[in-house]
């Protein structure tokens, strides 16, 4: 093994191997022709599986990249033509069915579990929380169900990008305005994911504001301003998380009815007959 390259992932990790192949009796001993990759993936329990990569060079290397550029393309055709418009349809359903919803009494109001609950909770040295003081349920519903559109937006927009970036024609002088267009759509597509990542940070604040207020009321319970806090943090992180849901909503109409109106010139940047790298 003549190097090694470790990648850890949240589900597995994956370690890409060097490995030297000893050349047959008569043959020429050349170093750097006579190493292929091995890559070994590490799975959750433990096990391990060694996969050998193709050691590929010259036309087969290109025929490769060349299927992976059409796999990126097909999958970025499909998410723009049909994922997008899904996706804000669905969402203007749903925001019209939750439109000027508020969160129930019954999940707002804590200041009465905290009081009975903050004398069970005067703890030995060694004892533990008798009950737990549990968290808002609509708003983690939403918090949810907002998680998974972001990571789907934050996917979505990474192939289309990807595709597009694939669709740069090399660097040349004059006739660039097509180029400037995608460069443009890319970075728009970069703004969505910003987006995207701010609202996911935003989600472990609440939680951890919430807490602290939580643990506020249970050691000072006869400080009603502390409960009525935690309701009104319930409160505006559930109205926020409606907000964020149309902005998503936002984001996807302008991103396909950006992509849409451009589409020829993300294809063709160029005028003239200029083939792209896939």
């Known amino acids: ?118 004398k069970k909770r005067k703890l030995n040295a060694a004892s533990e929380p008798s009950d737990a003081i549990p968290c808002c349920r609509p708003v983690v519903e939403m918090v949810d169900l907002l998680k998974v559109e972001l990571t789907e937006l934050i996917e979505y927009c990474g192939t289309v990008k990807l595709w597009i970036q694939l669709n740069i024609p090399k660097i040349e002088d004059g006739n660039n305005f097509g180029v400037s267009v995608q460069e443009e759509i890319v970075n728009e597509l970069s703004r969505a994911e910003d987006s995207a990542f701010g609202i996911l940070e935003g989600m472990t604040k609440y939680f951890v504001t919430r807490a602290r207020l939580v643990s506020k009321s249970l050691k000072y319970p006869q400080i009603d301003d502390f409960s009525r806090s935690i309701v009104e943090l319930d409160e505006k992180e559930f109205l926020n998380m409606q907000l964020c849901l149309n902005d998503l909503r936002k984001n996807y109409f302008i991103i396909f009815d950006i992509l849409t109106k451009n589409m020829e010139k993300l294809k063709k940047p160029r005028s003239q007959n200029h083939s792209s790298m896939y």
Request: charged share 20%; proline share 5%.
């Open 1 to 118: 093994v003549t190097g090694v390259q470790t990648c850890a992932l949240p589900i597995l990790s994956m370690s890409l191997y060097s490995v030297s192949k000893h050349p047959a009796n008569g043959e020429k001993d050349d170093s750097n022709a006579n190493l292929c990759k091995k890559a070994v993936f590490t799975l959750p329990e433990g096990k391990t599986e060694a996969i050998t990569l193709p050691d590929l060079a010259g036309s087969a290397l290109e025929e490769a990249m060349e299927s992976v550029g059409k796999d990126v393309q097909s999958q970025a055709e499909t998410i723009i033509s049909k994922t997008f418009p899904a996706k804000v349809l669905a969402l203007t359903k749903f925001l019209e069915n939750i439109k000027n919803t508020r969160l129930p009494a019954s999940q707002n109001v804590v200041a009465g579990n905290l009081e009975a609950n903050s």
